[in-house]
């Protein structure tokens, strides 16, 4: 009857649950690797400029398509492409936030109008791409290369490139919120954006390197995703609730918090893979998503404790 | 300003149906016939390949006006299904409704049962040149074979096929293969036919794997698939998953042959290459002949494309077999059109095989039984024929992504056919 | 006359679309629940009443395709206990949805309630002996036998919603939703339970979603998962955007002006270029639509009635 039950793949004994445990070793820092990057950046322009911004996969896709534009078209490596779709999407970032976001938060509009704004942004976004490029399918042009052992991974040279990147870009990230100037800006402007603004910081320039730094992550989160998978249109969109499920699992302003819980939602998302049922792949990320705001709405690195209690007493009121 | 709503509201409606006048208003007393394909959404590529057929079919019919049928040429109405059922509802009203047509080519097996009632209701005739789902076979209460008629033949047929090719045509003879399918009414139409094409040839199958479309990666999927070692898989999915299927299958280094359906295409070859090199696709395709080749060179203008485009040859069948029913009919009133399909496209009566050869017979009061480009169009009791198919491989070496490698003739691939609707005869009478 | 029947069809889409609108006013409009997953009660309310009134031939078509028959088919209710069944369904699965997601702060509801949405959408998929998967099921009778008929059965349906919307506006819990709305402080000091009152208003939303995906479905006679994306639900907040939020006429206005004339009469509009790109531009239009009215024109079309909340907390 249940076809979930059929695909559901069983591991005889020989095969054993160490090779199990080595797919999801290996799958699961793929996966991680895509989500991380664009987990943070989503993290870090939601952390400063307060509101949720939904246009913010189609961004991812948009970083996809103009490193597609160069590798492609322009016959450049996709490594300098990937920096050049960096800039680009930046550029967009910046755009959008000048020209759309900028006026309504200054005119002090709710964070919900922003995120219902941000809709219409995305839409105009992804039919844009997809009057440009079409509905078909596209992959970067780059050697095709077979995965090899390496004691307990199963990668291809330029899947360990990329989660090498995305490690590294990931600690430069953390350094610069601790260590540099920009980082303790942002951070005053998110604690407290009027003492900030009191304090002579200009926020506006706090928030067009927000866009630079979420857009530039944006960006190196789509090719990943082109160079695993595939570059469509819709892409972005498809990743954007997962995205969010890591940002709440880790807290939605924490930045550490986003990238560890990518991790756990690349995991729990190539667990359920091979040890449930590869449909309901997605899904996983979404239930870990509501489980955590079900017992903890701050996140795991949240300060409240956990409040088992709404499993029974919801009945009772909030106050 | 609710005023001003209420003029927007005027100035809009006026606009809209002002452009309805001047689109009906010309020309005189053509034919009116719909076509309803999916130019947008997950199916793009299948309307986009069948319009070139139909507007084939139209200009041949128009070219001579001695020999429009009923002395009226024929003026294609089309509408978009955008492959989902609710604009596809919208658009086959609109046709039967406003513009009045006669008939409607169309639509794929994604919306074709959401048009069946309005069909019913219309009483006109239905001829979809892509529906091949399996779910039509039998569709209900004698709807089937009286008013939806296919050019294309049902997925038994393509998969039987499919079958065919890997027990026949293969440089080794397999012992084990695997299904690997999308959970989308397609292909589990595809797979439903693999597997009991299967159990006819006595081909094992050793494992069956649906997935979800779309997906970033298949990798544990993939690496289920291949558990027990088959020879063969048989697939379908989309372009966009194809692409992430066989770049990672490649990459995982794993072995077998896959062979895929009608969803096995240039635009699936396109995005999937150089992994995909040597996958090999089975679906309706026209004979290499004279004909044939003169026909593919006449709707290459139209298309502007190299080769025949998917299902184009099944629209053309359908729009010239719409054509003959009318002069057959001696109107173009839609029951009379519906009463007439049969007798120009099967037996008994004079093979021919175009539409001038078709409606010269007619006149000097022959039966005519149509041979289409995409297959006889013979159509059994519940309004379905037998096509040819094709196979061809998917290589870098051709420009297109996929070269031609070999024909499935109807009288091949028959006895898996038959054994194909016995089991489910079979099955339907132990429930 | 037979240009009437093909406006009666898209009335009838127009009219199922503005009960959705209507519900949504419920959630957002009056209370604040920025619901991002209607297609989700859309398609619990279409698939409660499909499951329920499908006919056996369904069923046996299914099996004798070699597919395993599921729960569909099997009963052959009449459609006022799919109705039934729609509403009550999609108002209990908003009551379960609703205790992790009426606690949080409005942006993360949002973003949490496309996730549902998408959940349902991958259950309608893969749960084959319930949903009968992508394929979907077909053959789903129309109760009235007759499209114009059923068009005034949608009508009327529309209009109890409308006066129960309506009502609810001016109704003692009403009034408590737009003080949630207005300040949770002073409503909860008053001695409202917010979270109660949150939830009443969920419900009442839901289930009016559910009621409008059974018209759909009696009305398609076909459904498929595929109907119920994302797309779905933001059409739906971008016609209640434009028409008015917080005014049910507006919603009314909202749902002709989008869904009527936008997305069917444009199919007067000849192609250009690739197909893709007419509903392409389409949707950039209505993005921008979107934008702008926010910016410009917050209130919508026509706004909401200057009911101020004090003349109810005298």
Not at chain 1, 102 to 125: D, F, N, Q, R, Y
């Amino acid at each position: 009857m249940n076809r979930g039950r059929k695909t559901r793949p069983r591991h005889s004994s020989q095969d054993g649950v160490y090779f199990a445990m080595e797919d999801l070793l290996s799958y699961g820092l793929l996966t991680f690797a895509t989500l991380a990057l664009p987990s943070l950046g989503l993290c870090l322009a939601i952390k400063v400029t307060k509101y949720f911004n939904l246009a913010y996969g189609d961004i991812v896709t948009a970083g996809a398509f103009l490193a597609l534009l160069m590798n492609l078209s322009f016959k450049i490596n996709i490594g300098i492409a990937l920096l050049i779709s960096i800039a680009l999407t930046a550029l967009l970032g910046v755009f959008l936030h000048k020209v759309v976001f900028k006026a309504l938060m200054e005119a002090k509009v709710g964070p919900l109008t922003l995120l219902v704004v941000s809709l219409g942004v995305g839409l105009v976004i992804r039919n844009v791409v997809l009057i440009g490029w079409g509905p078909q399918p596209y992959q970067f042009n780059t050697p095709l290369t077979r995965a090899k052992h390496l004691g307990p991974f199963f990668f291809t040279p330029n899947q360990i490139v990329m989660i090498l990147i995305c490690i590294l870009v990931a600690i430069g990230i953390f350094l610069m919120l601790r260590y540099t100037q920009l980082g303790r800006l942002m951070r005053a402007t998110s604690d407290n954006p009027s003492l900030s603004l009191i304090r002579g910081i200009s926020i506006e320039k706090v928030y067009t390197y927000t866009w630079i730094i979420a857009c530039g992550l944006a960006a190196i989160g789509g090719v990943f995703m082109g160079m695993l998978g595939t570059i469509k249109p819709g892409m972005g969109e498809e990743a954007l609730v997962t995205l969010f499920a890591c940002l709440i699992v880790g807290g939605i302003e924490n930045p550490y918090g986003a990238v560890v819980g990518a991790l756990i939602t690349a995991f729990a998302m190539e667990a359920t893979a091979i040890w449930i049922s590869p449909p309901y792949k997605v899904v996983s990320a979404y239930l870990l998503m509501f489980f955590i705001l079900l017992i903890k709405p701050s996140g795991i690195f949240g300060r409240e404790k956990i409040q088992w209690k709404y499993f029974l007493g919801f009945l009772r009121s909030r106050q | 300003m609710k005023k001003l709503s209420i003029i927007a509201i005027l100035v809009i409606f006026c606009a809209v149906f002002g452009f309805a006048k001047v689109n009906t208003a010309n020309a005189v007393q053509p034919i009116r016939l719909g076509l309803l394909l999916p130019y947008t959404g997950a199916w793009a590529w299948v309307g986009a390949g069948a319009d070139p057929g139909a507007e084939l079919a139209v200009q041949e019919i128009n070219a001579d006006p001695a020999l429009w049928p009923i002395h009226r040429p024929i003026k294609l109405y089309k509408e978009d299904t955008e492959t989902k059922s609710a604009p596809a509802i919208a658009g086959a009203r609109k046709l039967y409704d406003v513009d009045k047509v006669c008939g409607i080519v169309g639509p794929t097996s994604a919306t074709v049962r959401s048009i069946i009632p309005l069909t019913k209701e219309a009483g006109a005739l239905e001829i979809s040149p892509t529906a091949g789902t399996t779910k039509l076979d039998v569709i209900g209460g004698g709807i089937n074979g009286e008013y939806i008629f296919r050019t294309v033949s049902s997925d038994v047929v393509m998969t039987a096929g499919m079958v065919w090719w890997a027990m026949n045509k293969l440089p080794f003879k397999p012992t084990k293969a695997a299904t690997f399918t999308a959970d989308t009414e397609g292909s589990r139409s595809i797979k439903g036919g693999v597997v009991d094409a299967c159990k006819v040839v006595g081909l094992p199958l050793v494992t069956q794997i649906e997935f979800a479309l779309n997906q970033p990666s298949y990798r544990a999927e993939l690496k289920e698939l291949f558990k027990k070692g088959p020879q063969v898989i048989f697939w379908e999915a989309n372009p966009a998953t194809d692409a992430t299927i066989f770049k990672q299958w490649y990459q995982m280094g794993y072995d077998g042959q896959w062979i895929g359906s009608d969803f096995a295409n240039r635009t699936s070859a396109k995005g999937s290459l150089p992994a995909s090199e040597g996958v090999i696709g089975v679906n309706p395709g026209v004979l290499v002949n004279e004909r044939t080749n003169a026909w593919v060179e006449r709707l290459n203008k139209i298309s502007g494309k190299k080769g025949a485009t998917p299902f184009s040859a099944n629209a053309y069948d359908a729009v010239i077999l719409f054509a003959l029913s009318i002069e057959k009919a001696g109107s173009d009133s839609r029951t009379a059109i519906r009463d007439a399909l049969r007798s120009v496209a099967q037996p008994p009566g004079v093979k021919v095989y175009t539409y001038a050869e078709g409606i010269k017979a007619l006149r000097a009061g022959k039966d005519i039984n149509y041979e289409g480009i995409a297959g006889t169009q013979d159509f059994n009791k519940y309004g379905d024929p037998i096509t040819y198919l094709k196979a061809e491989v998917m290589t870098t070496k051709d420009p297109s992504g996929m070269k031609r490698i070999g024909t499935v003739l109807p009288e091949q691939i028959k006895d898996i056919i038959d054994g194909v609707l016995a089991i489910r005869a079979k099955r339907a009478k132990a429930q | 006359m037979e240009i009437l029947s093909w406006i009666l069809t898209i009335a009838t889409i127009v009219a199922i679309y503005s009960i959705m609108g209507l519900a949504l006013n419920v959630h957002f409009g009056y209370t604040n629940l920025p619901n991002f997953g209607i297609a989700g009660f859309f398609a619990v309310g279409a698939y409660a009443s499909a499951i329920l009134t499908a006919p056996h031939r369904f069923r046996e078509m299914e099996i004798f395709a070699g597919f395993p028959g599921g729960v569909a088919g099997r009963i052959e209710a009449p459609f006022i206990v799919g109705l039934l069944a729609a509403i009550v369904l999609a108002g209990v699965v908003g009551l379960i949805i609703g205790i992790p997601l009426l606690r949080l702060r409005e942006d993360y509801l949002a973003v949490a309630s496309i996730g549902i949405a998408q959940t349902i959408y991958y259950v309608a998929v893969n749960e084959l002996w319930l949903t009968t998967g992508s394929a979907g099921i077909r053959l789903i009778p129309m109760p009235t036998g007759n499209r114009y008929l059923y068009f005034l059965l949608v009508l009327l349906l529309l209009a109890i919603a409308y006066w129960v919307v309506n009502r609810f506006y001016s109704t003692p819990i009403g009034r408590v939703w737009r003080g949630v709305r207005e300040d949770e402080v002073i409503t909860a000091s008053l001695g409202k339970s917010i979270f109660r009152s949150r939830m009443s208003a969920w419900i009442a939303g839901c289930s009016i979603m559910g009621a409008a995906g059974c018209l759909w479905a009696h009305y398609s006679m076909a459904i498929q998962p595929g109907e119920f994306v994302p797309t779905t639900t933001f059409l739906v907040w971008i016609f209640v955007i434009v028409g008015g939020l917080r005014n049910n006429k507006g919603i009314l206005l909202g749902a002709i002006l989008i869904m009527g004339f936008f997305e069917q009469g444009t199919r007067f509009l000849p192609a250009i270029g690739a197909p893709y790109i007419m509903p392409a531009i389409r949707l950039i239009i209505i993005g921008v639509l979107l934008v702008v009215f926010v910016r410009f024109r917050p209130q919508g079309v026509l706004p909401e009635r200057h009911k101020k909340i004090e003349a109810h907390i005298r």
